[in-house]
C-alpha cells in the first residue's frame, strides 16, 4: 500500500481552501498543497513523514507539500464528533514568489521552509488561531484571504513551535509518494502488535536485511527497531490513559514481547514507568 495522491478542490476557484473535519481519516496520502490541521474535539496517532507522535485537543500542525501524513483517531463507539477538527489547503503559487520575496514577508518565507519538516504548535497557539479558521470556513473573497494573514501572524509569532520529522527525514519524492518507505510505514502502522521481524520488514521494502536498514535509518533518521518501539510506545500512552485495561494486557496489546521489555522500553521514552504514566491522569 503507497501514500495515495489526494486531489484538493478548491469549490470557489480559489487558492485557499477551508473545511471543517468529519471523515475518520487513517489515509496514508501526500499532495503538493501546504495544509494546517487543527484538531478541536479528537484525539489519536498523527503520522507526518518519519514522526509518529500522540496528539490530543487543539493539537495544530502546518505541513508543507508532497509529505506522505495521517491521522489515525481513537474512536469511542466506533464514532467521532461531528466537526472535530479543521483544515485548511492552500497553494505556495498562490501566495507568490514576488510577495514572499519583500521584506515584509520574509517570517513567512522563513515558517513555510520550516513546514518542509511539518511543524507542530502549541495548545495556546492553537486556540488563538481557531477564530480565524472558523471565519475562513465562512468567509470568502478579501475576508477570507485577511483571516488567512491571521492565522500566519500567530504562526510566525509562535515561539513553543517544533518540528515534526527528524532532521535526517529525506523524503525521496517520485509520482507514486515515495513508494518503497510508504509500504514500510503502513506496514508497520497495521501491523505494529505484531512480532515484524527484519526479514519481513526489508521483503516489504524489496531489499535485503542490511541494505534495509541502513535505508531505513538514514531516511527516517532512526534505526527500525527504535522507531518500531515509538509507535508501540505511543499506543501504549493513549491506553494508559484513556482505558482502565491492567498494564499487562496493554504491553501484549501492543505488541511488546514481555512486560519487562515493555517497561523498559516506555521508560526510556517517556522517562518514567508506564503505571506512574498512568498515575497522572487519575
Known sequence: MVAELEKI??????????AYINDTGGLWHFHPEYELVLNIKSNGTRIVGDSVELFDQYDM???AGNIPHCWNYYRQNNTLPDNHGIVVNFKLESLGESLLSQHEMHSIKDLLGEAERGIVFSIEDSRK???FLVQMINNKG?????DFFNILKILCASDKRAYLCSENYKLAFDERGNKRMSDVYTYIRENYFKAIPLEKIAKIAK???FAFSRYFKKNCGAGFIEYLNRVRTNKACYLLRETEYPVHDIAIE??????SNFNKQFRKAEGISPRDFRAQFK
Open 61 to 63: 500542525v502546518l505541513i
Open 207 to 209: 531489499m535485503s536485511p
Open 254 to 259: 501492543c505488541g511488546f514481547a514481555s512486560i
Open 142 to 146: 478579501i475576508d477570507k484571504i485577511i
Open 129 to 131: 488561531a481557531e477564530k
Open 9 to 18: 478542490l478548491y469549490d470557489d476557484g480559489g487558492g485557499f481552501r477551508a
